[in-house]
């Protein structure tokens, strides 16, 4: 498959590299980093890397939007990583490239991309480029690296979460044998503004806990303004309350402009097949949906706490 990836690489000129809506470390990282191996590989081809922005990895790169053309796309590839569906696609133009090919970690619940490669248990998605660049006998850089090992990073939480193996460390020291700063990249990833430490104080103080073993935070637009922070820096604090015993299921609400978002952890069941009735997927154990209105929270915490009751009672996931 790598091959066959690597292969059409070479058939295109224009390639552009697009992620997902409301991007991530990985998402940019993957991005980016692939950019930067292709680049290296490359130099003759124009590369873009396309779709929505991040401030949180900003250090990373600013995604084009306006400057792509519908022309750019004739004849193009396009490459599409770290997103499962394609409603999340950020630019939906992408369809209009010669050839797609997705590279993924999340399970699919719709396929899109006419080549597909997918390693639903890989931590990162930035772990498969990585693995991609070295199986294909293709260069590094110190750019590419430093964006991979970004991804690699966040979306394992410092390496915590499962999928986290052998062959993650050794993909990680190969990016690290290029010198990559990381004292450097923990200050971007950790140091926080004074207004995102006080609104974790009213988390950790509003957050409710149900009889079933679900933890939840309502970000409501009011308490995103009082505590004068981005709607991304809101939504990144679902973790604060996912390591409080008794309350392996926790989830975040994000009311955003013209959405409400669920975030969807957990350390216990797995929560993907919830998210899916709720219009949303991901991972087993985090994945993302979305509220119709905050009507729908009690029913959807109801779900919730029974989804972890019958892990609890059970061990087992497949109550839906
Ligand atoms: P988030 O809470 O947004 O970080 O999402 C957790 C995981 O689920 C990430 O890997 C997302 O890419 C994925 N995800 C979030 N929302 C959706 C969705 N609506 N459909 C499919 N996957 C999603």
Redesign the pocket.
């Known amino acids: 498959m790598f091959n066959q990836i690597l292969e059409e690489i070479k058939k295109y000129n224009r390639i552009l590299i697009h992620g997902?809506i409301?991007p991530?470390g990985d998402c940019y990282g993957s991005q980016f980093g692939l950019a930067a191996i292709l680049k290296e590989n490359f130099p003759e081809k124009e590369i873009h890397v396309v779709g929505d922005t991040s401030g949180f990895v900003s250090f990373l790169g600013i995604p084009e939007k306006e400057t792509i053309t519908d022309e750019m796309y004739k004849g193009a590839l396009a490459i599409v990583v770290?997103t499962?569906?394609a409603e999340?696609v950020s630019e939906p133009r992408y369809v209009m490239a010669d050839k797609i090919i997705k590279i993924d970690h999340?399970i699919a619940q719709t396929q899109y991309g006419d080549i597909v490669y997918v390693e639903e248990e890989a931590p990162s998605c930035c772990q498969i480029v990585t693995k991609f660049a070295v199986e294909s006998g293709l260069r590094l850089n110190y750019e590419a690296a430093f964006a991979l090992y970004t991804g690699v990073v966040t979306d394992t939480g410092r390496f915590r979460f499962r999928g986290v193996d052998s062959e993650t460390m050794m993909l990680a020291a190969t990016l690290l044998s290029y010198g990559v700063d990381v004292e450097k990249l923990d200050n971007y990833l950790s140091v926080e503004t004074m207004d995102v430490v006080k609104l974790k104080g009213y988390v950790l103080q509003n957050a409710v806990f149900t009889p079933d073993g679900v933890a939840y935070i309502k970000m409501t637009r009011d308490v995103i303004s009082q505590y004068n922070v981005t709607d991304e820096e809101a939504a990144s604090l679902?973790g604060l309350i996912g390591s409080i015993e008794g309350y392996p299921a926790y989830c975040l609400f994000m009311e955003y402009p013209n959405e409400i978002?669920i975030?969807?952890r957990s350390r216990g069941p797995r929560v993907d097949k919830l998210?899916n009735r709720y219009?949303?997927?991901?991972?087993e154990k985090?994945?993302?949906?979305?509220l119709d209105s905050w009507d729908e929270l009690d029913t959807f915490i109801k779900e919730f706490g029974e989804l972890n009751r019958y892990y609890q009672e059970t061990g087992k996931d497949d109550l839906f």
């Open positions: 997902h409301r991530d770290d499962g569906s999340r999340h679902v978002r975030r969807i998210a219009g949303g997927g991901g991972h985090a994945a993302g949906a979305h």
